[in-house]
């Protein structure tokens, strides 16, 4: 069965503090993981798909990186507006359904 | 194009009534999903159809729940009788196969409050 772990929970920065967000993943033959976005009271929005190890993404402040066993969100220098929850996902490989984690919620203070 | 649409965005019901949860997938999307999301168990996926016909309902907790997709337009997510416990944000999502990512879009989610 496929898994997906998020950590930390919660993530406090400063404005301007970099940090990253953890998801580690087991999957039977990895399709893709997924990056997504979720303020209060919305759906979850797509950032990134990553499909294989080494592979990189980068949107404005934000990158993601993969290994064979986790994906990193690295936020460089965020913003009050970057306070989110982050979710990650994993697709496997012949499957048309993806496995959510719990998710990070950031808050960014100014 | 409009997103995934959902409605109603708020529904408050007394246990033992029937709901009926509704979703418009993005137009030529072929893969349409439900979720639920809660505090204590995240986002957990309930059943998911490709090209209206369901492919997965492993996540539907009983009997008491249940979906239908008459067409590519068009699907709802039933629930009869109705119980406290059911009480969550039920996410749609639509997605398009064949691209490489199949990454999923969204509704705003329909905030469910059984009393």
């Known amino acids: 069965e496929d898994q997906v772990t998020q950590s930390p929970e919660a993530l406090r920065l400063q404005e301007g503090e970099s940090s990253s967000l953890n998801c580690s993943y087991t999957?039977?033959?990895?399709?893709?993981l997924f990056w997504y976005r979720q303020d209060p009271g919305k759906g979850p929005e797509f950032l990134f798909t990553l499909y294989s190890a080494g592979e990189e993404k980068e949107k404005e402040r934000l990158k993601a990186t993969l290994t064979k066993k986790e994906s990193f969100l690295h936020i460089t220098a965020p913003k009050p507006e970057d306070s989110a929850t982050y979710l990650c996902?994993?697709?496997?490989?012949?499957?048309?359904?993806?496995?959510f984690g719990d998710g990070t919620t950031l808050t960014v203070k100014p | 194009d409009a997103g995934v649409i959902q409605s109603p965005r708020h529904e408050v019901t007394e246990m033992g009534q029937e709901v009926t949860l509704r979703c418009k997938p993005i137009?030529?999307?072929?893969?349409l999903f439900w979720y639920r999301q809660t505090m204590m168990r995240g986002l957990e996926l309930l059943i998911y159809?490709?090209?209206?016909?369901?492919?997965?309902d492993s996540g539907m907790p009983e009997d008491r729940f249940s979906a239908k997709m008459p067409n590519a337009s068009f699907s709802t997510l039933k629930i009869q009788p109705s119980e406290p416990r059911d009480s969550a944000v039920y996410f749609c999502?639509?997605?398009?196969?064949?691209?490489?990512?199949?990454?999923?879009?969204f509704g705003s989610g329909t905030q469910l409050s059984v009393l």
């Open positions: 137009s030529g999307h072929d893969y």
């Open positions: 996902a994993v697709q496997a490989n012949n499957a048309g359904k993806s496995t």
């Open positions: 159809f490709n090209n209206n016909v369901p492919i997965d």
């Open positions: 999502a639509s997605s398009l196969s064949g691209t490489g990512s199949e990454k999923l879009f």
């Open positions: 999957v039977s033959g990895l399709r893709g």
